[in-house]
């Protein structure tokens, strides 16, 4: 329809110009033919002109929604706490896991990173407990530690040895829900509390696993917990791997 209308519009508009400028050119036209051609002319261009504007607002339709979009993604809260009962609220892990990679500095050694990353997970997310694991010519090695006690052992291990050394040799996520009662309580002033899930999590670089995070809560889901470290370790590792020796 779009062809054809402008196919009417470009031949009866030159058509009509030109017997009205020169009538010995074209010929005298019947009243019909005429009148025929300025319906066919009008039709055509209103059409043109109705295509026209419906494609004007479908585009800008669609700039206000990507603006909208960018202007959530841009000022969303991360966390973004989403209410199920007044006590147990959702995370809203995709928002949590890209606010944490984009706060991560990327050229910065591992060791400053791993502190950067306990802070902020402390901060986003409250666990209760962390360390972070870097991968040494010996074996892993605790470069940072959150809210943890100096009596608690190991801070260094093999790859395969225990829970921490498995998740490095497998490169897969490990979630634990089913913690002992006395397994690291922490305390404060106020008193002591123990979480109810264990998260330990391998970041791997070109198939080797180069750091290890172990954290513990209990303020989420363990599933939501376990997907956004999910999204975080892979998007975490695309921003840093430009700059890993």
């Known amino acids: 329809m779009t062809w054809?209308?402008?196919?009417?519009?470009l031949t009866a508009g030159p058509g009509l110009m030109a017997t009205a400028w020169n009538?010995?050119?074209?010929?005298?036209?019947?009243?019909?033919?005429?009148v025929l051609l300025w319906v066919l002319m009008s039709a055509s261009g209103i059409f043109l002109f109705m295509l026209a504007v419906k494609k004007a607002h479908r585009l800008w339709i669609d700039e206000e929604r990507r603006k909208k979009l960018s202007d959530a993604a841009e000022n969303e809260p991360?966390?973004?706490?989403?209410s199920s009962t007044r006590e147990n609220k959702s995370l809203d892990f995709?928002?949590?896991?890209r606010k944490l990679v984009r706060r991560i500095p990327e050229n910065v050694p591992l060791e400053e990173m791993g502190k950067e990353l306990l802070k902020?997970?402390?901060r986003e997310l409250e666990v209760m407990s962390a360390v972070f694991y870097i991968r040494k010519k010996t074996g892993f090695e605790a470069v940072a530690t959150y809210a943890v006690s100096t009596l608690t052992e190991p801070y260094t291990f093999r790859e395969g040895e225990g829970l921490t050394g498995q998740v490095a040799a497998n490169q897969q996520i490990m979630m634990l829900t089913q913690l002992p009662e006395d397994y690291l309580k922490v305390c404060s002033g106020l008193g002591?509390?123990?979480?109810?899930y264990l998260a330990i999590v391998p970041l791997v670089?070109?198939?080797?696993t180069i750091a290890v995070v172990e954290c513990s809560g209990y303020r989420y889901?363990?599933?939501e917990i376990e997907s956004m470290f999910r999204i975080f370790s892979r998007d975490l590792m695309e921003k840093i791997s430009p700059n890993l020796k």
């Open 120 to 122: 902020y997970l402390a």
């Open 94 to 97: 995709t928002a949590a896991a």
């Open 221 to 223: 889901e363990p599933h």
């Open 192 to 196: 002591k509390a123990a979480p109810s």
């Open 205 to 208: 670089h070109k198939h080797l």
């Open 78 to 82: 991360s966390p973004e706490y989403k």
């Open 23 to 34: 009538g010995a050119v074209t010929g005298k036209l019947s009243l019909f033919l005429m």
């Open 4 to 9: 054809v209308s402008a196919a009417v519009f």
